[in-house]
């Protein structure tokens, strides 16, 4: 007789109780890397002197000292991509049980699904791709390619996000999200880093929706504005902004009213694009090709620059302006943003095609 998954939790929070959480490495019985550690060179971002010093502040997972290092540091570890291979796990509520380990995926989960029993899964839903649309389309999108040479793709999610249903289709992606689960042979991957595989997989995902959208016409600069989705982040100077990138050859293209077929259609033959930073500027890691140009507008206040990393495994050049705080919202020097497209032309053009 099959013991309740509810009986199975309960010993296993016993077990932790009493030996401690257990990690990935005790409770696995094989660690398989599938892509090793790496090191490279990381191209300078590009940077007007001066825009560092504005910064006051981070996202709250994060630091300012941190992100300032990143952004400015010549080289990277591009860490090892494992999967790690555990027996007789259990899902239950949003979260997976393991001997004395437990991962939440999905916060405050009561699922009413049956029961089911899966012999072999790979593990594609991360807890933060559940929080942040840029996390599920940049790592969750390709855990899942790996994820299902392992038996099931087992996704575990809400739909929140209004353009999930629409990418999981292009990329021929199952993202229906499982319930409670016995599994017997589930893999949990770490795949933090932007190493050969995370790359590999990103130009997979590009080139499938290169095939659904051909290119048409000449390469174009496009200011993507963030509009009302997420959260806000207001430009209180964005109309004065526009009107200056509209009369360089800018256009615009609007996360929260254009369709997602145009936006994916025009980013994957933009050459440059400028946008504040946020989830959003994520649509970029699946379209944009190699050596083209993304300048981010970072509010002084949290400043993030993780976009730094998939956009040098991919050849794309970032930089990025900082704005000023004020009680409008944040306000950007329209010069200053000028100046920085006109330094990252002349990267892109120098670049030998």
Request: a positive charge; one cysteine or more.
């Amino acid at each position: 007789m099959r013991i309740p998954l509810r009986i199975r939790v309960l010993d296993r929070y016993a077990r932790r109780t009493l030996l401690g959480p257990g990690t990935l490495d005790t409770v696995s019985f094989k660690k398989e890397i599938l892509c090793p550690e790496g090191e490279g060179s990381l191209p300078p971002a590009i940077i007007l002197p001066g825009q560092l010093e504005r910064v006051t502040g981070a996202p709250a997972e994060s630091t300012v000292r941190y992100e300032i290092e990143f952004v400015t540091r010549p080289r990277a570890i591009h860490v090892a991509t494992i999967a790690y291979h555990i027996r007789k796990a259990t899902l239950f509520n949003g979260s997976i049980y393991a001997g004395a380990w437990r991962r939440s995926i999905l916060t405050e989960s009561t699922s009413t699904q049956p029961e089911i029993h899966v012999a072999g899964a790979g593990l594609a839903s991360s807890e933060i791709g559940n929080v942040y649309f840029g996390h599920w389309l940049r790592d969750d999108c390709t855990a899942h390619i790996i994820a299902q040479n392992y038996g099931l793709a087992l996704c575990v999610h809400h739909d929140q996000f209004p353009h999930r249903k629409a990418y999981a289709s292009w990329f021929g992606q199952d993202w229906r999200s499982a319930g409670n689960a016995h599994i017997e042979h589930l893999v949990v991957f770490h795949d933090a880093g932007q190493n050969s595989s995370k790359a590999a997989r990103f130009r997979k995902l590009r080139s499938m929706l290169r095939a659904r959208f051909p290119l048409r016409g000449s390469s174009q600069l496009v200011y993507l504005r963030r509009g009302k989705t997420g959260v806000a982040r207001l430009i209180e100077n964005e109309e004065e902004i526009l009107d200056a990138l509209i009369r360089r050859g800018f256009h615009v293209l609007d996360v929260s009213k254009d369709s997602l077929e145009k936006i994916v259609s025009e980013l994957l033959n933009a050459k440059i694009v400028v946008s504040i930073e946020g989830s959003h500027v994520s649509h970029c890691a699946v379209t944009l090709p190699e050596n083209a140009g993304i300048v981010l507008l970072q509010p002084a206040s949290r400043f993030a620059t993780i976009h730094r990393g998939w956009a040098n495994n991919l050849s794309v050049h970032y930089g990025l302006v900082v704005g000023h705080q004020t009680n409008g919202g944040h306000h950007f020097v329209k010069d200053e943003i000028l100046k920085t497209v006109d330094l990252m032309l002349s990267r892109i053009d120098s670049v030998p095609s």
